[in-house]
């Protein structure tokens, strides 16, 4: 079992009169056939895909006996309509051609690929001289993808036919044990595993018992085994061999490194778990991971610009500390070097702004800048980095809303994070918070525009002075008609005075 209390993943033909194959962790003993285990449940999905659409198969589960076919009892269904199956339920597929198709199936599930190869080379001939072009280009395609399935296999020297390679290495309390599997010169099984060591066992010891277990689960019958040491007791129809040159000493060197790996990888591992990290420090780490950084952001800040047909042009950074909004760090920006509406511009001056001052003032840069916005916005922002000489001390990322797609400086092709990440959705957080705080900015200086009168406009007259004389006067000319003694009851004789100067003036 794995860790996750699940079992390994295998490809199942099973036992019925036209057998489907599917995905599954569960070995029945019902005269199925279980192919694997395979380590990555991608692999295998892959291999499915490839299955599938070399030899279109059932996927139902209807009792297909030759007395049910007979009797009509079924009809096809939408998997043949759309080209995924071949109607056997009607008896559009005889058994036999069925059955041809399994075999093949099983040959590629073995990494017995001449075979399958040949059967595809024959139908396409067949098909060729019944002047069928359009399928035999079909299975030519289809041809195609198979071998260049075949040729992602990692292959060591055709000439090995099919090796075992088994290394081991104990480092304190843990012994590491990795497996390849290899058939007809290529690697077709790569398996590292961790054990805790209770007793005092020396590397031949583990490999005693490790050998048959890992050849029974992965259902190995290889006749050699490649090793790092001599174990003193193996099968006795598997010849050991431990190799000083040549190919096979350089699958073991290549079993050594994946221990190498694997070990990096578990410690790291292992140090994660004592610290007990957070669900923020958890976040930003597939953060790290997602984006690809060198150092876990820590300090995010995220830009964003609000406008509306050019007028009152603002822009807001929020700033994320630990995975948290840090609402104190807020800064809006009214956008001074234009005028009209330019989204380019106004993120160029806003970053150079931003941390031009920071500069100045000695202040630690951010881990991460997002900008909302995509090529064009990302390559503003760079701009302002560039001239400010900082683009290599920060990660930039530019976020597009249509498809929430991640763009890198420099780079033309967006990277998508998974929609049901954690690391996404922290982003679309920043993201969505420095938008909110944009429009909540921009309404209010809009506001104040609106509410801005001919009054606003003298000095010394605000907005609440306004206000008062407007609710007095009801109107800016019945304030003009009045004359200095009635505004004096309303601001004092100071400031009635200046209205009278202005009016009179104007």
Known sequence: MLKDSTYYSYICTNNERSPRVFYTRQITRDGSEDFGPYTSKWRSNILLDLIRDLFPLRTCHLNLSQENIEAGKYKVCLEYHIGNCEGPCEGMESEEQYKDKIKQIKNILRWNFKPVKDHLMGQIQFYADQLNFEKAQELKEKMIAFEDYQAKSTVVNPRIENIDVFAVEIDG?????????????????????EIKLKVDL???????????????????????????????????DVKITRPQRGDKKSLIDLSIKNIKFFKLHFYEQQAKYLKKPTHSDRILETLKSDLNMKKIPYHIECFDNSTMQGSNTVSTCVVFRNGKPAKSDYRHFIIKSID?????????EVIHR??????????????LIIIDGGKGQLGAAMTSLRELQIDDQVTVIGIAKRLEE????????????????????????????????????HRKKRSQRVHQTELTQIPGVGEKTSQKLLRAFKSVKNIRNADKDELATIVGPALAQKLEKHFRKN
């Open 173 to 193: 309390d843990f012994a590491f044990v990795n497996y390849i599997r290899v058939i007809r010169g290529a690697i077709i099984n790569s398996h590292t595993e």
């Open 202 to 236: 020396t590397e031949a010891d583990i490999l005693e018992t490790t050998i048959p277990s890992f050849r029974d689960r992965f259902n190995s019958n290889a006749p050699e085994v490649l090793v790092t040491h001599t174990p003193e007791w193996v099968p006795e």
């Open 340 to 348: 009209g509406q330019d989204d380019f511009a106004s993120m160029k």
């Open 406 to 441: 991640i763009y890198y400086p420099g780079d033309p092709v967006p990277l998508y994070i998974n929609k049901k990440s954690e690391s996404l959705k922290l982003i679309q957080q920043a993201r969505n918070e420095a938008h909110r705080f944009a429009i909540n900015f």
């Open 354 to 367: 931003r941390y031009k001052r920071m500069l100045d003032e000695g202040e630690a840069l951010p881990d």
